[in-house]
C-alpha cells in the first residue's frame, strides 16, 4: 500500500486517502452499472440470435447473475445513501480554502418546521455533484500520473 501513502491528497490521513478512493470506486462502479442495465436488452437478443444453444445458456445465465450483483449493490448504495457531504472528500477539494457555513448567506436558510427550504437542499446537492467531479478529475490525474 506505499503507492497509497505517495498520493497527494492533501493532509489527508492514509485511511481517509483509502476512503476517498474507496468513495470514487464506488461511483464508478455505479456508473458502469447503470451503462450495463442500458445493455441488458441488446445482450440478451444478441445471445440468443448468435450464440450457439449450448454457450446461450451460460452466457446469459452469467449475465443474469452479474445483473442481479448489480441490482443489489445498488440497492445497497441507495440504503447507505445519508445526504451529507463526506468530509474527507470536501476536505480534499475544496483544499480548506472555504468557510464551514458559519457565514452562510441568511437567505439561504430556513426557520420551518422541516428545517429546509428547496434552495437549500438544491445547493448542498450541487455541491455535492461539484465535489464528485473535482475529485474524479483529481483521482484521474493522479492515476495517470503514478502510470507514467
Given amino acids: ?74 440497492a445497497k448504495a441507495d440504503v447507505s445513501a445519508t445526504g451529507e457531504v463526506d468530509a474527507a472528500l470536501e476536505e480534499v477539494v475544496l483544499d480548506n480554502q472555504r468557510d464551514d457555513g458559519e457565514d452562510a448567506d441568511e437567505n439561504w436558510m430556513t426557520d420551518n418546521e422541516e428545517g429546509e427550504d428547496v434552495q437549500g437542499t438544491n445547493g448542498r446537492v450541487a455541491e455535492k455533484e461539484m465535489l464528485a467531479r473535482k475529485m474524479g478529475m483529481l483521482l484521474r490525474s493522479k492515476s495517470k500520473k503514478m502510470l507514467h
Fill in 1 to 74: 500500500m506505499d503507492h497509497i501513502d505517495h498520493l497527494n491528497l492533501g493532509k489527508l490521513s492514509r485511511r481517509d486517502k483509502l476512503r476517498v478512493i474507496r468513495k470514487e470506486l464506488r461511483v464508478r462502479q455505479t456508473l458502469h452499472g447503470t451503462l450495463m442495465e442500458e445493455w441488458d436488452q441488446h445482450v440478451r437478443w444478441m445471445a440468443e440470435q448468435c450464440q450457439p444453444t449450448d454457450n446461450w445458456r451460460a452466457l446469459i445465465n452469467d449475465w443474469h447473475n452479474l445483473m442481479n450483483n448489480i441490482k443489489y449493490e445498488k
